[in-house]
Nanobody
Framework: QVQLVESGGGLVQAGGSLRLSCAAF????????MGWYRQAPGQQRELVAS???????NYADSVKGRFTISRDNAKSTMYLQMNSLKPEDTAVYYC?????????WGKGTLVTVSS
């Protein structure tokens, strides 16, 4: 059974940092394309950052220069380092994994940035 488990969310002041983790179980992580999405209250889920199985990365314009996505295939874990956080970064952050034709989602972790 595939599971993606996020951790690392919490409450932080504007300008602060958090690191999110996504641990993957039940998939061949090294061949999976992975991504972080977020959903703020009343808004659609949006892509924050993605990383392919080969390590290529892509970022939403709103987080470029502040967030860094990475992966550790040996630990089957993906990370999102978030620096210079802004109140508008407040959202539930979801881990997504794409393997062959299947897409998987974690349950999300809440990030709240206070002004």
């Amino acid at each position: 059974q595939v599971q993606l488990v996020e951790s690392g969310g919490g409450l932080v002041q504007a300008g602060g940092s958090l690191r999110l983790s996504c641990a993957a179980f039940g998939i061949i992580f090294r061949i999976a394309d992975m991504g972080w999405y977020r959903q703020a209250p009343g808004q659609q889920r949006e892509l924050v950052a993605s990383i392919t199985s080969g390590g290529s990365t892509n970022y939403a314009d709103s987080v470029k220069g502040r967030f860094t996505i990475s992966r550790d295939n040996a630990k089957s874990t993906m990370y999102l380092q978030m620096n210079s956080l802004k109140p508008e970064d407040t959202a539930v952050y979801y881990c997504n994994g794409h393997v062959i034709s299947m897409y998987y989602w974690g349950k999300g972790t809440l990030v709240t940035v206070s002004s």
